[in-house]
């Protein structure tokens, strides 16, 4: 499989638009779904997602490797996708101090839990815009705060706030959930 994909890559590499469409078909869904969990609307992240496509296939020979062709389109479609909302939006962040001090045992013990059955969908549809693009390049793309900072043009210590919110946030949702779960039984 690995051969029979280096020879499509190589084949878009020179224009072959069979070989695009077969790229398309193949990444396409798992590049919507990042898309989508960055600007929460279909029709949008179908716009990012053909935009990202377009961008990839001109640029597709700047891609060193067919290996990390995933990645690389990956990062097209997530750079596409804050670009889109930074033109199209505004992003409400609460500027606070972040206290570093904040106790991070409880926090991390959170993520250690086992929680099983968990829509993302359904969680990135409800978490605030602001939260969630943090935490998405925090975990997802695994931003340091400081490339975070930079990529959303907010300070390091907003991304630091909004991330731990979002824990919060997300630990608040989940809890929810799971009494809601108890209080039907």
């Known amino acids: ?3 029979d994909f280096k020879t499509t890559f ?8 069979l070989a695009q469409k077969k790229i398309f078909e193949q990444f396409s869904g798992k590049m919507l779904s990042i898309a989508k969990s960055y600007v929460q609307n279909q029709t949008d992240a179908e716009d990012v997602l053909i935009k990202a496509f377009h961008k990839c296939f ?3 020979e700047d891609c060193k490797d067919f290996k990390s062709f995933e990645f ?8 596409d996708s804050i670009s889109f909302i930074r033109k199209n939006k505004s992003i409400l962040y609460l500027e606070t101090d972040f206290q570093e001090n904040r106790n ?7 993520w250690e839990d086992d929680r099983m059955n968990i829509d993302l969908k359904d969680i990135f549809s409800k978490m605030p815009e602001g939260y969630r693009l943090v935490f998405n390049l925090s975990v997802f ?3 340091k705060h400081q490339e975070i900072a930079e990529i959303l043009n907010i300070s390091e210590g907003t991304s630091k706030s909004q991330l731990s919110k ?9 809890n929810t959930q799971e009494n809601e779960k108890h209080n039907k039984r």
Do not use: G, Y
């Open 1 to 3: 499989m690995q051969n």
């Open 10 to 17: 190589n084949l878009a590499i020179k224009q072959d638009r």
């Open 58 to 60: 001109m640029k597709i």
């Open 72 to 79: 690389w389109l990956r990062k097209i479609v997530v750079n």
């Open 104 to 110: 991070e045992a409880e926090e991390d013990d959170f």
């Open 141 to 143: 793309e695994d931003k």
């Open 166 to 174: 979002a824990k919060k946030w997300l630990k608040e949702f989940l």
